[in-house]
Structures are given as C-alpha cells and as structure tokens.
C-alpha cells in the first residue's frame, strides 16, 4: 500500500485540531460597495473582508505578544499570500474532481467540537460570533478539499522503502525527539550570484540581531521568514531524526536546547534553524494492540468520480452481504494496487497505522466482522477484520518510521508543487508598496519548503 493511504487522515486530523483556535480564513460576504478586491487570482478574487477578518485572527492569537508582529503592511503581504495559496488549492482540488459532501463538513464539525470538548451547538455558538456558521461550514469545506488535494498528490509519489525504514530505526535508537523552529530567506529559481549575496547578507543580519539578544527567534521568524510557517514563529513542532533532512541530522544531534545554527544554504536559500527543547520518547516494552485485516478499496481520484466509487463499493457491500467471498472479490474489484493481488490482505498494523477513521473502524469489528463502507482521503473502503494479538514497540516503530519519512517527503515535495503552481498562476496583488524601513524583512511571494534543506 503507498505512503498516501498510510497517512490518509493524520493530517486531515491535525489541520481539525487546530481549526477552532486558529479560526480558518474565510470567504468573504458578497461584494458590497465598500468592499474591494485587493487581489486577483486567476478567476477569483481575495476581497478586503477577508483579508481583514485573516489579519485581525493573526493579532488576536498575538494579543500579547504585538512586539513579534512585522509592520501591518508586511503583515497583511504575509497573510494575503496564504489566502491566494488557499485559494489555488482549492480551484486545483476542484478541478481534479474533488468533491466534499455535506456530511463531510458535518463529521469534520463534530470531530472539532469533540476535540475542543464542546458540543456542535456550543461550537456554533462561538463561531457566530466572530463570523455567520455559513462561512465556517465554507472554511472547512477548503481545508477538507487542500488536505484531499495533498493526498491525491501523494498518491503514486511518495514511497517509503524497508531499507529506509531500517536506516532510520538504527539511527534513532536513542528515541530522541527535537522540537524545532526555522527562518529562510528564500531563494528564486536559478538565482543570480547577486541575488545569492543579497540573500545572504540579509540573513546575516537577522542572525546578528539574534546574536545579540535584540530579537528574540520567533519573533525574528514572524517578521522576517519567507517560509509559510513564518506567522507561528517559524515553529516546526516536535520531529524525530528520520523526520529531519539527513543533512541536517548530525548537527541537530549535536546541537544544545536553545542554539541557533546558520545561515545554511538549502535548495530554497538560507535558513537558521534553532533547537527549541528535545525529549526522550521512549516506549520500550510498551504492548501495542496491533489487528490483521483485509480491505477492498474504491479510489477516489482525478480518474475515479466519488459518486461512481461510492456506487461501487455500495455494490461490493451488498455482494459480501449476499455471500461472496472477501478475499475472492478484493482480487477481482479492489483499487488498492498494492494489497489487491494478495486479496487486500494488509497484514499486522498498529490501529494508527492508516489513520484514525480506518483504525477506528478496524477496533470497533469482531474477528472476521466486515464493515459497512467508510470514507477516507484515499476513497471508499470496505475492511474485514482478520485477527487481533498484542504487538511488540519495535513493530509499532518501524510503521511510526515509515509514517514520518513519508511525511518529510510529502511535505518536501508538496511544497514544490506549490511553488510551481503559484509561480504559473494569474496572480494581480493591488495592495500599496510595502515599505522600505523595516529591512532586513522580506515578504514571502510564495511557500517554502518547512522543513530544514
């Protein structure tokens, strides 16, 4: 099975962990003649409205911490860039086929509600009151269609092999996990030696500040990072050494908590990188309850309609129903290409392996119970529950190894692809000069890699 069915659902489930307190941009109400456009993408537009209900979510999660905050003109250059980005996504997305129901947004609502301890009434109460529920619905509605668009993309890109997987259980034997923040000064394609000095002089300076304990990381990343995490300081969360660029590995290792290093040219530009703490995540002996099951898949895709996949699996459903055997008919009618000649046969997996929806199904079956179909990011599946057994921490690493190298690649090559895209897009920004004073910051013209490079 492929690295995008393996992750089907983990990122989707971080992006609705946070949605509540990051309150996703949303679309604007219709034009009014004290709106205006303040930029043209392709055939849509990013409206004032909007980008003042994005920026003032900013200032409100920086209430107390104002000093961090870029100028408002580079402020609002910054935000308005991750409204044009949101918005190719989602016409990419749409125009792929990808479609989200309405029931879609109602699971995910509930999945925000439930993770903010909130019923779907008390969630609705406090969105109302910063923007109608309508607007929200719409927000997630594009968070759900950006995250099924990254693992359309995965899907056929991302492989992890075992000899990686090896590589990287031996190299974290120690089960240290960094927590990381990084600043880039982004590079364009094929950049000139001047361009490269101007570059590095520029992060050369913000180095300098930090040096000298004039500005603090964070905020040096907020004001001055092109990278698309540049607005939470530049945080790049808690990551394993499989989970970090092996050229950077070694020197992360040996870094001290607090450090910075840098400026390191990276295929992007120059990025400093800092070690904000580490831990020890050590399981040893930790029984994992692991299942063994089957699946017939249903892809949803560009070449694969979510109607026609839904019709089909709701077939193959009343076919099992009828009688028909479950590995016979994964053989002739599943469109896992990786488990469909073994029957669907998935083998031992930790219930988090492919994600909470397909894991929460599996535990809720009896041995040899079949499912109704279900939905995740990869399509419509049907899962016969083969065996239970209480697994071991070392087989429950090797499938988090392979989760995470899969998702540095992903992001990697994700990040490309937004790059390109944005580069080939219509893309008219009518807001005012930002201004020359505030050097040495930049204002990112389009995302980068998050990751150290």
Request: proline fraction near 5%; hydrophobic fraction near 40%; avoid cysteine.
């Amino acid at each position: 099975m492929t690295h995008s069915f393996r992750s089907a659902g983990r990122t989707l489930a971080g992006a609705f962990a946070v949605a509540l307190a990051l309150v996703p941009f949303v679309h604007a109400q219709s034009l009014t003649p004290i709106d205006r456009p303040v930029a043209v993408v392709e055939e849509d537009v990013v409206l004032r409205s909007e980008l003042d209900h994005a920026v003032a979510n900013i200032k409100g999660q920086y209430a107390n911490r104002t000093d961090q905050l870029p100028p408002d003109d580079v402020l609002e250059r910054q935000v308005l860039e991750r409204l044009v980005l949101n918005k190719l996504q989602v016409k990419r997305a749409s125009d792929s086929g990808i479609k989200v129901t309405d029931q879609d947004v109602d699971n995910a609502l509930g999945r925000i509600a439930e993770g903010n301890s909130l019923t779907v009434d008390q969630l609705r109460a406090q969105v109302t009151q910063g923007q109608t529920w309508d607007e929200f619905r719409r927000s997630i509605r594009d968070e759900i269609m950006i995250q099924q668009l990254r693992q359309s993309f995965a899907q056929g890109r991302i492989t992890v092999s075992e000899s990686e997987v090896d590589a990287a259980v031996a190299a974290q034997a120690n089960n240290t996990q960094y927590h990381l923040a990084n600043l880039l000064v982004q590079l364009p394609d094929g950049a000139t030696a001047e361009q490269i000095a101007t570059g590095q002089k520029k992060i050369e300076g913000i180095k300098a500040l930090i040096d000298k304990g004039e500005l603090e990381f964070n905020a040096a990343a907020v004001r001055y990072s092109d990278a698309p995490n540049a607005l939470e300081g530049g945080d790049l969360g808690w990551r394993g050494l499989d989970e970090i660029p092996p050229t950077f590995a070694n020197v992360i290792r040996s870094m001290q908590t607090g450090q910075v290093i840098g400026p390191i040219r990276g295929p992007s530009g120059f990025q400093l990188v800092k070690l904000v703490e580490q831990r020890d995540a050590t399981g040893e002996g930790t029984p994992v309850t692991e299942f063994h099951a089957r699946h017939i898949l249903a892809r949803v895709d560009d070449a694969h309609p979510e109607t026609a996949a839904r019709q089909k699996i709701e077939t193959l459903s009343a076919r099992l129903a009828g009688g028909a055997d479950f590995e016979a008919l994964a053989k002739s009618d599943s469109e896992d290409a990786d488990t469909k000649s073994q029957g669907g046969d998935l083998g031992w997996f930790p219930s988090d392996r492919f994600g909470p929806t397909f894991g929460s199904q599996v535990a809720a079956l009896a041995d040899g119970g079949v499912s109704k179909p279900f939905r995740t990011d990869a399509g419509f599946h049907i899962v016969q529950r083969v065996g239970t057994r209480q697994g071991k921490t070392n087989q429950s690493q090797r499938a988090q190894m392979r989760e995470a190298i899969g998702r540095r690649k992903l992001e990697d090559e994700y990040n490309r692809f937004l790059r390109e895209m944005r580069g080939e897009a219509f893309v008219e920004v009518r807001l005012a000069p930002v201004a020359t004073g505030e050097q040495p910051a930049a204002t990112p013209a389009a995302p980068a890699d998050t990751a150290p490079a």
